[in-house]
């Protein structure tokens, strides 16, 4: 099998294709909340939209996709081993460092990884955050986590490792 977990027991096709790709858009989404009188009338119309958290059934789906095993995550992100497998089969769910540290290791592109962040519950990257910023950076420029934390050190931020 060439990634960590059997996909979370209960998880179908269906709810991983909703976890990949969401519709309808996050806009129309809001506009019938705009519209509504009722939260329950909104909320009974629109509960199939609503997002389901289940990070790990969609780091297990983004492995696939990328033909990695959990072995390449744990070494590109420079994680804790027991950690990272852990995070993909659901008993821990990782702080926002720690699972920025996984996009490096996944090797997401900034649109894979604000998705990621999402899903999680944790705020997407913003470029207007100055360290967030150098985050998105090294993403769009294909830098590993070693030169994602040289980055961010070199100009005064937290690292994602901070040791």
């Known amino acids: 099998m060439r990634y960590c977990y059997n996909l979370i027991k209960g998880a179908n096709n269906n709810m991983i294709k909703d976890l990949l790709e969401i519709r309808p858009s996050t806009a129309d989404v809001a506009n019938d909340l705009e519209q509504t009188d009722s939260f329950g009338k909104f909320l009974k119309k629109n509960k199939d939209k609503m997002l389901t958290r289940h990070l790990s059934v969609y780091l297990n789906e983004l492995l696939v996709k990328k033909d990695m095993i959990c072995a390449d995550v744990v070494r590109d992100s420079e994680e804790d081993k027991a950690y990272v497998y852990q995070i993909?089969?659901?008993?821990?769910?990782?702080?926002?460092?720690?699972?920025?540290?996984?996009?490096?290791?996944?090797?997401?592109?900034?649109?894979?990884?604000?998705?990621?962040?999402?899903l999680a519950g944790h705020s997407e990257l913003y470029p207007r955050v100055a360290r967030d910023a150098a985050i998105l950076f090294a993403i769009q420029h294909g830098m590993n986590i070693r030169e994602t934390d040289d980055l961010l050190y070199d100009n005064?931020?937290?690292?994602l490792h901070n040791e």
């Open 156 to 159: 005064g931020f937290p690292t």
């Open 88 to 118: 993909f089969n659901g008993r821990k769910h990782p702080s926002r460092d720690k699972l920025i540290a996984i996009i490096f290791g996944l090797h997401l592109n900034e649109e894979e990884a604000q998705r990621t962040l999402k």
